[in-house]
């Protein structure tokens, strides 16, 4: 899962980390009355932080009032793949299953959304079948039927048209890619998928070729909610989806404005998931990050719909100020630095193995915002909250141990091994818009000078990643030796997480987000082995095999285990943290305590 944050003007990270830090300290500390709560009504530092912060206080009405410093890839349901937009998308689209509306690790769960329950699997976990529950309806009026979600799905098909989006139901139910997708479709009704079957409208069949443990994880993405043919505007689909949910876009101005109004043909008896406090929910993005941190600590907004942490010039006014009205998650995010091996001399291990032990990681992470505001140091590339984690228990290169501030002798050591023993040249690509990526970057610049390894930075602009570090051959022509990233869960698990980054088969020509090129047999192999294990301990384990050979292949620098500082206004109610979205809010059920 891809997260984004944009910010107009560059703002060194490193400079304010001290004074940060020391008072994310006392946050942590206690506070005094910033930890109780506030006069006016905030809920008190971490309040929100994996629990419900002021939940009887929802009431119905108002107008929810989001600020963003980026607007998402795509609103269509198809595309999307920021992980706010996953979470926001949940106002206006459903699907069969959804996570659970709780706190932390519970909400990793998962509960029935348009379906009358989980699915009912077959012995041999091939095939999976729903119900639909009476009273699900478009906003229109007109019912959701199981054939809009067949068709739903069946648009991830559509990869020349509606690209940009997870593609895992696509991979599972046809890997053989024998359908050409809905637009390309000869049958007459369009919903010639033969691994899904609507033998009326109120089931649906999914008849895996091989069983995959994650399905149902795959089917609470917003990927496959349901779309309706008639109202399918394919790659426009995005500027007006059709709601099945409880909220309708009334009108949205890509980059700047998007304004979502009740939906009045949304029946709260049938959605036990929704409980739909706001009359209005508005999001006003803005060119610069620094700019919207203000407004919301004026209390102009009430919650950063990007969900990646406070600006350190933010985060320093609002600490100082405004304790009560911060939370400190864990994201279930991993920051990293990645070697493509098409660049040379990265397609050597021990020139990787150079870099890793030449950075210093105490600087890194205080390039991210020191340990409370960015994070623990990354020691391997399996965040917490993925099952067969380790956390900094598994640190192979003793990245958080005896070579957190980096080792010079073992990366000369690397250097002569690997035939470069007096260092070489290379490029870091680094997205302009993100602050403390650029600081990471000019961190690691900086220590690897000292080892012999002489970098350049170059800047892009963040929203094009796609095709920048995205398209591989554009990687080589570049010379971008070492591309700096982070990844979140897709769903929890090593599936959900490391199969786009690691394994042989997502390595795409466009959107490609294995940018170590990694085609390791062994690592692939364990891939093919995890789908097809139904049991918990079983899949664990694999999953830490996986993130073990990932870690020996020297592919990635992981920075950190990331942490955000995140303001929540003192207008909002029924407010937490979730590990569903890596950390993030729970957008869905958020309230306000007054409806004015």
């Not at 930890?35 to 905030?42: I, L, Q, T, V």
């Not at 006003?284 to 990646?308: C, E, H, P, V, W």
């Not at 700096?484 to 959107?511: H, N, T």
């Not at 620098?557 to 990331?562: A, D, G, H, R, T």
Request: charged content about 25%.
């Amino acid at each position: 899962m891809t997260t984004q944050r944009t910010s107009g003007r560059r703002k060194q990270a490193m400079a304010a980390a001290a004074v940060v830090a020391a008072l994310l300290t006392t946050a942590a500390c206690g506070g005094g009355k910033d930890n109780e709560g506030s006069k006016d009504g905030a809920a008190g530092f971490d309040a929100a932080n994996n629990k419900v912060a002021q939940a009887s206080l929802a009431k119905k009405g108002g107008t929810l009032k989001f600020a963003g410093a980026q607007d998402a890839d795509s609103w269509d349901t198809t595309r999307g793949y920021y992980g706010f937009m996953w979470n926001f998308s949940r106002y206006y689209s459903r699907q069969l299953v959804t996570s659970k509306t709780e706190p932390g690790k519970a909400g990793t769960g998962l509960t029935p959304d348009l379906a009358t329950g989980l699915a009912k699997i077959s012995d041999d976990g091939k095939t999976y079948t729903y119900t639909l529950r009476d009273g699900i309806t478009w906003e229109d009026g007109k019912p959701i039927t199981s054939k809009d979600v067949k068709y739903g799905i069946e648009r991830v098909w559509a990869q020349d048209v509606l690209s940009g989006g997870p593609v895992y139901l696509k991979d599972v139910l046809d890997p053989k890619g024998e359908y050409p997708g809905p637009y390309k479709d000869k049958s007459a009704d369009k919903l010639g998928l033969k691994a899904i079957e609507t033998p009326n409208d109120q089931t649906i069949v999914f008849k895996l070729p091989q069983a995959n443990s994650d399905f149902e994880e795959m089917l609470a993405l917003t990927s496959a909610s349901p779309v309706r043919q008639d109202k399918d505007t394919k790659s426009k689909y995005g500027l007006h989806p059709f709601s099945s949910g409880p909220y309708k876009f009334q009108s949205y101005n890509p980059g700047k404005d998007l304004t979502l109004v009740r939906n009045t043909e949304w029946k709260q008896a049938s959605d036990p998931v929704r409980k739909a406090y706001p009359d209005k929910i508005t999001v006003k993005f803005f060119s610069n990050a620094n700019d919207m941190d203000a407004r919301l600590i004026a209390g102009d907004y009430d919650l950063d719909i990007n969900q990646t942490g406070m600006s350190p010039q933010g985060r320093s006014t609002a600490l100082k100020q405004h304790k009560a009205n911060l939370d400190n998650p864990v994201s279930g995010y991993i920051r990293y630095a990645v070697f493509p091996q098409s660049v040379k001399p990265f397609d050597n291990i021990e020139c990787r193995k150079a870099v890793i032990y030449g950075a210093d990681h105490v600087s890194l992470q205080t390039a991210r915002g020191g340990p409370i505001a960015g994070g623990d140091i990354g020691t391997n590339m399996l965040p917490p909250a993925v099952p067969g984690a380790e956390g900094q228990k598994y640190d192979p290169y003793k990245l958080a141990g005896a070579n957190k501030k980096g080792n010079a002798a073992k990366a000369k050591e690397a250097l002569k091994a690997c035939g470069q023993p007096n260092g070489f040249k290379t490029t870091i690509a680094v997205r302009n818009n993100k602050p403390s990526e650029v600081a990471t970057a000019e961190s690691l610049q900086a220590s690897l000078k000292k080892v012999g390894i002489q970098v350049d930075i170059d800047q892009y602009d963040g929203s094009q990643s796609t095709g920048i570090i995205g398209s591989p051959s554009n990687v080589k022509k570049k010379g971008y030796g070492i591309i700096i990233m982070g990844w979140g869960p897709d769903f929890p698990s090593v599936q959900g997480y490391g199969m786009p980054l690691w394994d042989s088969s997502y390595i795409l020509e466009s959107g490609n987000n294995n940018f170590a090129l990694i085609k390791d047999k062994a690592i692939d192999g364990l891939f093919d082995k995890y789908v097809t294990t139904l049991d918990d301990a079983g899949k664990t384990k694999i999953a830490t095999e996986i993130n073990h050979k990932v870690m020996e292949g020297a592919y990635y620098l992981p920075f950190v285990f990331e942490k955000f500082i995140n303001w929540r206004s003192s207008r909002l109610a029924n407010v937490y943290t979730t590990d569903a979205y890596s950390g993030m809010y729970d957008f869905v059920n958020l309230g306000l305590k007054s409806a004015k």
